[in-house]
T-cell receptor, first 110, second 112 residues
């Protein structure tokens, strides 16, 4: 089965700074890739998904991710962090069953 | 539109007891999943189903059983609970493979 690896279990940024959360996938063919966000004591909700239509994918809340086949990466970025972005973020791959990375907890400092 | 509903939301079991977690979705989704979430390990797939009457093993199936007798329901059973099964359990559904997953609110299970 395909898998994803998230680099960095915890990322801390200042409010207004760039957010970069890293995800690499294992597949040799372009997979279906997703980013989800989890707020405390809640289930996960979709931020964005890659389905091969475009390499740069825009999601909700100002997040975007770029699919790079040469690097087998699908990193999540946001130009300017907001306090409300503090949450845990999960990269996932569909094969077609949905498999998740270990998650990255984002902390935003005032 | 309720989406995905899990019951119960909290449960404490003694070692060796059995229980069933219920997941219900009202979106006519074909695929349903059970995950467990543990600190630092993300969500690990226990079992999943690609349609009514089907089930398949995920990454960590041992100690769990599932059934999908009706399309809208996916049951997760623990026959003899162990402390290692203390976790938060999430159910999810997708319309088909490779589509967005919709999650329930989770079930916090403690086995003592």
């Amino acid at each position: 089965a395909q898998s994803v690896t998230q680099l960095g279990s915890h990322v801390s940024v200042s409010e207004g700074a760039l957010v970069l959360l890293r995800c690499n996938y294992s597949s040799s063919v372009p997979p279906y890739l997703f980013w989800y966000v989890q707020y405390p004591n809640q289930g996960l909700q979709l931020l964005l998904k890659y389905t091969s239509a475009a390499t740069l994918v825009k999601g909700i809340n100002g997040f975007e991710a770029e699919f790079k086949k040469s690097e087998t990466s699908f990193h999540l970025t946001k130009p300017s962090a907001h306090m409300s972005d503090a949450a845990e973020y999960f990269c996932a791959v569909s094969d077609p069953d949905m498999r998740f990375g270990a998650g990255t907890r984002l902390t935003v400092k005032p | 539109n309720a989406g995905v509903t899990q019951t119960p939301k909290f449960r404490v079991l003694k070692t060796g007891q059995s229980m069933t977690l219920l997941c219900a979705q009202d979106m006519n989704h074909e695929y349903m999943y059970w995950y467990r979430q543990d600190p630092g390990m993300g969500l690990r797939l226990i079992h999943y189903s690609v349609g009514e009457g089907t089930t398949a093993k995920g990454e960590v199936p041992d100690g769990y059983n599932v059934s999908r007798l009706k399309k809208q329901n996916f049951l997760l059973g623990l026959e003899s609970a162990a402390p290692s099964q203390t976790s938060v359990y999430f159910c999810a559904s997708t319309l088909t493979g490779n589509t967005e997953a919709f999650f329930g609110q989770g079930t916090r299970l403690t086995v003592v």
